[in-house]
């Protein structure tokens, strides 16, 4: 086994802890940490990112089933949507070219960044549960968006939950969480079969994620709510811009 890619397992522990913390998808750090740093193809990127990101918001999920941390009723409410969104992502992702999925990649961070930051300042929520109608169809966009570019389910099922459903914050985290493993389980077995997982970073990758998912589930009931993701949102806003400018460059 080569060890050129060892430091990409603390980079994982560190990743998966704080995603399982405040109800962010992994992949979204992954995928440009893989590009840019180990200059894998974007595709390759995306979906060795998105395999790690399986097996770690599997491993937080597991945490947080364990301490009963989440709501199973929603969980289902929103899952049929979202598989069936993974599916039309899997074809869009194998249709784009590298330069358009880039650009495609770009936009949606920028768009779950913004999203997120709006959610976020939301003060006072409706006691009124959002229709189906409305849940159903931007589910459907979060499956798609995770299957093609990497980011998605979690980031936009998150304020789904918790002002579309009126779950606690924490708990809207937590589904998110599970939604996000349990997509990203059909998206992984799809890149397998299509050879773009890179086995030689995944290796670290994935032994960080299993650690970082349990420490992640155990750190956040003593986070403040908002604090971790209002710092994800610029972070993800200043990748996307990036991989925008790269693309129509």
Same mark, same amino acid.
């Given at each position: ?19 399982? *913390?405040?109800?962010? /998808? ?21 979906? @060795? ?24 009723? /929603? ?18 992702? $194998? ?12 936009? &949606? ?5 913004? *999203?997120? %930051?709006?959610? *976020? ?29 990497? @980011? ?7 304020? %789904? /939950? ?10 809207? $985290? ?34 960080? &994620?299993?650690?970082?998912?349990? %420490?992640?589930? %155990? ?21 996307? /811009? ?8």
């Amino acid at each position: 086994m080569s060890f050129e890619y060892w430091y990409v397992f603390p980079y994982a522990v560190l990743v998966a802890t704080l995603c399982n *913390s405040s109800g962010f /998808s992994g992949a979204v750090l992954f995928q440009p940490f893989f590009y840019l740093v180990l200059q894998t193809p974007v595709p390759q990127s995306i979906a @060795t990112g998105i395999a790690t990101e399986t097996i770690g918001m599997t491993s937080g999920s597991i945490r947080y089933f364990m301490m009963k941390k989440h709501d199973f009723k /929603s969980y289902i409410y929103f899952l049929p949507w979202i598989m069936v969104g993974v599916l039309a992502g899997l074809f869009v992702f $194998n249709k784009l070219s590298p330069t358009t999925m880039k650009l495609l990649v770009g936009l &949606v961070m920028v768009m779950v960044a913004i *999203s997120q %930051l709006m959610s *976020s300042r939301v003060k006072k929520k409706s006691d009124t549960p959002w229709s189906l109608w409305v849940l159903g169809p931007l589910s459907f966009l979060a499956g798609l968006f995770s299957a093609s570019t990497g @980011t998605g389910i979690a980031e936009l099922t998150q304020p %789904l /939950s918790e002002h579309g459903k009126k779950l606690p914050t924490k708990v809207a $985290n937590v589904n998110a969480i599970m939604l996000e493993a349990t997509g990203d389980w059909m998206i992984t077995a799809a890149n397998l079969s299509l050879g773009n997982i890179r086995w030689d970073i995944l290796i670290f990758s994935a032994s960080g &994620v299993l650690i970082g998912g349990q %420490l992640g589930a %155990l750190v956040s009931v003593h986070l403040p709510d908002r604090l971790l993701k209002t710092i994800f949102c610029f972070a993800i806003a200043a990748v996307g /811009s990036f991989y925008i400018w790269v693309s129509i460059r």
